[in-house]
C-alpha cells in the first residue's frame, strides 16, 4: 500500500485549502472572451455598479528586442504614443482618471482608467495613439532627452546601480542584461526610424490583448472596440522571442566604485527559469528558502534588506541574492551565500522551513482580484506566459522538499555565478582584500 511522506500528510489540509479557494476565486473572475477580425483579443467583465471603467491593452513584446546598443527603444516608443501632455492631464484632471504606459522585458502595457460615461473616449484616446503617426523629429528629440533626464537621474541608486551590475555582469549583451529603461548613452542613439521600426514590427492588433473591467455593458464595449480599434493593422508575421543564449560571465567579482559610500551592496546571481517552466514555483520557494537560510547564517544580515529572489520571465530567468553590509562584512556575507547554495543543493530542506516557504508563497499568489487592475494583470499575465495562478498552487500543492533540492541543483551546481560589488573601492581595498586578488 503506497503511502504519502509525512510532510504531505501534515500540509495536506492546509494547502488544498488555499488551493482550492484560490481556484474557485479565479473561476468565479473568468472574463466574456471576444476576438477583433484583425485578431485582437478582448477580456470583458461588466460591473454595472461600478462608475469607472478601466482599459488595460498588452502587446506581447517588450524590451527584450531592443537592438543591441539602442536599450530603451521600446520604452521610448511607449513615450512616443502619447506625446501631447494636454492627453494626460485630460485624463487626470478632467475625468479624475489614469493614464500609464509601462515597459517591460516582455511587454508593452497602456492603462487608461475613467468614468464608464466616457469608456467611448477613452477608447478613441486609445484608439490616436496606435493608429495615428508617430510624432515629427523635433518632438521625439524632446521625448529622448526627457528619457535621458528621468533615466540619469533614477539610475544613481546604489541597490539600482548593484542589480543593473549583476544583470550585466550575468547575461552580458543577452537582452535580460540589458536596461529596460535604456542608459543616457543608448538612448541618444535611437532614431525616429528605429522608433518606427519597433512599431511596425510589435504594435500589432494580433499582437495584444485589451482587458476591459468596469460600469460598461457588453453590446456597448464591443461597438466601441469594433468600431475605434478594429480599423488597428494586423501584422502577417510574428517575431519569436528567440535568441543566442549568453556566454558564461567573468568568475571575478565586479567592483564597481562609488566614493563615499558607507556600504556595500553586493549580488550573487546565477541563470533561473523562465516562466513557463514547470519547475519555476519550486524555484519561487527555493528562494524563499534561501533568504531564510542566509540571514540565519550570517547575523549582520538580518538588519539589513538582505533578499534572494526568483524573477521569471518569457525567455529565462534569474536567481539573485543581494543585501546592503558593511565593506568589513562583504567576504563573509559573500561565502555565507555560496555555502547556502550549497547546502540546499546537498540536501532537502527541512519539513518545517518548508512548510513555512510554500504557505508564504501561496499567499503571495491568493492576492485578492477585487481591484480591476489586479484581475487585469492577472488575466493579461496568462495570456502573455500561458500559465495562471491556478497552475502555480496545483504545482505548490504537490510540490515536496525533494522537489526544492532537485531545482536547487539544477539552479546552483556548477553554475557560472555572477558577483557584482558596488561601493568605495578604497575601502574595499582595505576592508575586503581578497576580493581584488586575481
Known sequence: MMTRPIHLLLALPVVLCLTSALCAHQLSAEPQREQLLNGLKILLQVRN???????????????????????????????????????????????????????????????????????????????NALLNPLPDEATIAQLREARRKLVRETSIAPNIIADQAALARLFGNYPLGRPIAGTADSLARITRADLLFARERFLNA?????????????????????????????????????FRQPDPPDPRPLIVNLPGAETAELRLAVRGLARRDRDRPAAEVLALIAQARWTAAFAPLARVAAFARHNAHLISGVFVMGAPV??????????????????????????????????????DINRPLDRPEALAALWLDQETYGVNTSDEARALASMSPADVQRVAVRLFKDA????????????LKTKASALFVP
Open 49 to 127: 455598479a461600478d462608475p469607472h471603467v478601466l482599459l488595460r491593452l498588452r502587446v506581447h513584446s517588450g524590451a527584450i528586442f531592443d537592438l543591441a546598443g539602442k536599450e530603451g527603444t521600446m520604452a521610448l516608443l511607449g513615450d512616443a504614443l502619447f506625446p501631447d501632455p494636454s492627453v494626460r492631464r485630460f485624463i487626470t484632471e478632467e475625468l479624475d482618471g489614469k493614464l500609464d504606459v509601462t515597459v517591460a522585458h516582455d511587454y508593452l502595457e497602456i492603462t487608461l482608467v475613467g468614468p464608464s460615461r466616457d469608456f467611448e473616449r477613452l477608447v478613441e484616446i486609445l484608439r
Open 206 to 242: 494580433n499582437n495584444a490583448t485589451l482587458v476591459i473591467i468596469g460600469g460598461v455593458e457588453r453590446l456597448r464595449a464591443m461597438r466601441a472596440v469594433r468600431q475605434l480599434l478594429g480599423p488597428w493593422r494586423k501584422s502577417e508575421t510574428r517575431v519569436p522571442a528567440t
Open 326 to 363: 558593511g565593506p568589513a562584512d562583504v567576504i563573509s556575507a559573500l561565502e555565507a551565500a555560496r555555502k547556502t547554495w550549497v547546502e540546499l543543493s546537498a540536501k532537502p530542506p527541512s519539513v518545517e522551513e518548508f512548510e513555512r516557504a510554500r504557505r508564504q508563497r501561496l499567499a
Open 416 to 427: 557560472p555565478v555572477a558577483t557584482a560589488i558596488i561601493g568605495d573601492e578604497e575601502v
